[in-house]
C-alpha cells in the first residue's frame, strides 16, 4: 500500500513538471505523406530542440505557475514570528512579569471572498494561461512550415544546381567551339564576347544556387536546434520522388478556421477583458478581513505553552474607501476600453484568418494549374529536343546550335523544378493557416 501512495506520488510530481506541447495538436503525421523521410525527421528534431519554440512552451509554465499564485491568494496565510522582548515593568504587588522574555507569535490572515473577487482574478489569470498555450501552438505551427519550406528548397537547390551545372558545361563547350571559329577567322569579335559572356552568365547563376543553398542548409540546421557548423552533415531526400501523397481539400469548413490558435487566443484574452471589468466593478464594495492572533511568552508567569502564559485575539470587520481620487472610476474605464479593443482585434483576427486561408487555397488552385502547363511545356520542348539531336545527327545543325536547343530545354525544366517546389510551399501555408488541420 505504502509502495502505491509513493508511486502515485511521483506520477503526480512528473504530470507537474512535464509541460511540453502535445505531438498530437501539430499533427506532424501532415508531413510525413511527402514520401520523404528526412522531411519527417526534421520536423521531429524542430519539436524537440527548437530553441525559440521552447521559450514559448517555458512562458506557458509561467501563467500556468501565476494561476497557481494566484489562487493562493484566496487561501488564508498562517506565520509565525519568534522574538525577543527586552523590557522594564513596574512590580504590581504579588504579580511578577519578566524584564528579558522570549515571544512566539502565530497569526493568521484571511480575506473573506465573499464577492468573490480573488475567484475573478485567479479566472483572469487562467484565461491569460489558456491564451498562452494557443500562443505556444502557433509558434509550433509556424516553425514546422519554416522547416518544411526551408528543406523543400534545398532539395529545388539540389536540382538547379544540377542544371546549373549543365548549363556551364553547354556554355563552355560552346565557347571551345567559337574560339576554334575565331582563330580561323570565321566569327567575329563580338560573337566571341557574346559566347564568354553567356558562359560568365552560368558560373554566376551556379554561384548564386550554391550560396543561397548554403544559407539555407544553415537554417535549416539552427530550425532543428543544430550548430550551422553541421551542415555538411544533414541528409536529404530527392527532390523527385517529394510528393504529397494525399489530396489537399478544396474548401475548409469554419470551424477549422475560427479554431486557429491566434483566433482562440484572441477569443480567451477577450474573456479575460470581460473578467477584469467584473473585478473593476467589485473594487468599489467593501473588503472583509479575518486576522487571528495567538502569542505564546515568558512575561507572564506560567509554563511557555500554557493557556496562562498566552495571548489570543480575533479581529473581523469589513473596510470600505471614502476617497480614492478618482483612481477606481479610472481603472473601470480602462478596462472597458482595453475590452472594446481586444474586441476589435478579435474581430480583425477572423477576418485574417479567413483571408490567409482563402488565399492559400486559392493559391494551391492556381499554381496547381500553373504547374502542370508548365510540365506539358516541359513535353513540347524535350520533343523540340529530340528533333534538333536528329538534325545534329544528319549534319543539318551545327553543333552550337544544338547545344542552344539543350540550354533552353534546361531552362524549361528548371522552370518546372521551380513551380513544383511553389506549389509544395503552398501546402505548408495552407497547413499554418488552419492550425494544422490537415
Not at 509554563?303 to 473596510?319: C, D, K, N, Q, R
Not at 540550354?407 to 510551399?425: C, H, P, W
Request: hydrophobic share 40%; aromatic share 12%.
Amino acid at each position: 500500500m505504502f509502495k502505491r501512495i509513493v508511486l502515485i506520488f511521483l506520477l503526480m510530481l512528473i504530470s507537474q513538471s512535464a509541460f511540453a506541447i502535445e505531438r498530437s495538436e501539430l499533427n506532424p503525421e501532415f508531413f510525413a505523406k511527402f514520401n520523404d523521410e528526412c522531411l519527417y525527421y526534421y520536423i521531429n528534431e524542430a519539436i524537440d530542440n527548437n530553441h525559440s519554440a521552447r521559450q514559448a512552451t517555458y512562458r506557458v509554465e509561467q501563467y500556468r505557475q501565476q494561476v497557481k499564485y494566484s489562487f493562493s491568494k484566496e487561501l488564508p496565510s498562517f506565520n509565525v514570528a519568534a522574538n525577543y522582548l527586552g523590557v522594564h515593568v513596574p512590580q504590581l504587588d504579588n504579580f511578577e512579569l519578566q524584564n528579558n522574555a522570549f515571544i512566539l507569535p502565530f497569526m493568521a490572515n484571511y480575506e473573506a471572498d465573499l464577492l468573490l473577487k480573488n475567484r475573478d482574478k485567479t479566472k483572469g489569470t487562467k484565461k491569460v494561461y489558456e491564451a498562452s498555450k494557443f500562443e505556444e501552438k502557433a509558434v509550433y505551427l509556424s516553425l514546422l512550415a519554416d522547416v518544411a519550406t526551408v528543406y523543400t528548397n534545398i532539395l529545388e537547390y539540389d536540382k538547379l544546381i544540377i542544371l546549373a551545372q549543365e548549363k556551364v558545361g553547354i556554355y563552355t563547350e560552346i565557347l571551345r567551339r567559337d574560339t576554334k571559329k575565331f582563330e580561323h577567322g570565321t566569327i567575329s569579335t563580338s560573337q566571341l564576347n557574346t559566347s564568354a559572356k553567356n558562359l560568365e552568365t552560368a558560373k554566376n547563376e551556379l554561384e548564386k544556387f550554391q550560396k543561397e543553398q548554403e544559407i539555407l542548409l544553415m537554417q535549416l540546421a539552427v530550425l532543428t536546434g543544430k550548430s550551422a557548423d553541421c551542415i555538411s552533415d544533414l541528409n536529404r531526400g530527392k527532390f523527385e520522388t517529394l510528393e504529397y501523397q494525399n489530396s489537399i481539400p478544396d474548401e475548409i469548413q469554419s470551424d477549422v478556421i475560427f479554431s486557429r490558435p491566434d483566433v482562440m487566443q484572441a477569443e480567451k484574452m477577450l474573456e479575460k477583458a470581460k473578467i477584469d471589468i467584473r473585478v473593476a466593478r467589485k473594487e468599489f464594495l467593501p473588503r472583509f478581513n479575518i486576522t487571528g492572533l495567538w502569542i505564546f511568552n515568558t512575561i507572564a508567569p506560567g509554563t511557555f505553552f500554557s493557556w496562562e502564559s498566552s495571548l489570543a485575539a480575533i479581529l473581523a470587520g469589513a473596510s470600505q474607501d471614502i476617497f480614492t481620487g478618482g483612481r477606481k472610476i479610472a481603472n473601470l474605464k480602462i478596462q472597458k476600453a482595453k475590452y472594446e479593443e481586444l474586441f476589435e482585434k478579435y474581430r480583425q483576427t477572423d477576418l485574417e484568418a479567413v483571408k490567409e486561408v482563402n488565399t492559400a487555397l486559392c493559391l494551391i488552385k492556381h499554381n496547381t494549374t500553373v504547374d502542370k502547363n508548365t510540365l506539358a511545356k516541359v513535353q513540347y520542348e524535350y520533343k523540340n529536343l529530340e528533333n534538333s539531336r536528329k538534325k545534329y545527327a544528319r549534319g543539318t545543325i551545327s553543333a552550337p546550335e544544338y547545344l542552344n536547343d539543350l540550354s533552353k530545354f534546361i531552362d524549361v525544366q528548371k522552370e518546372a523544378i521551380q513551380t513544383k517546389n511553389q506549389r509544395l510551399v503552398n501546402y505548408f501555408t495552407l497547413y499554418k493557416a488552419v492550425g494544422g488541420k490537415l
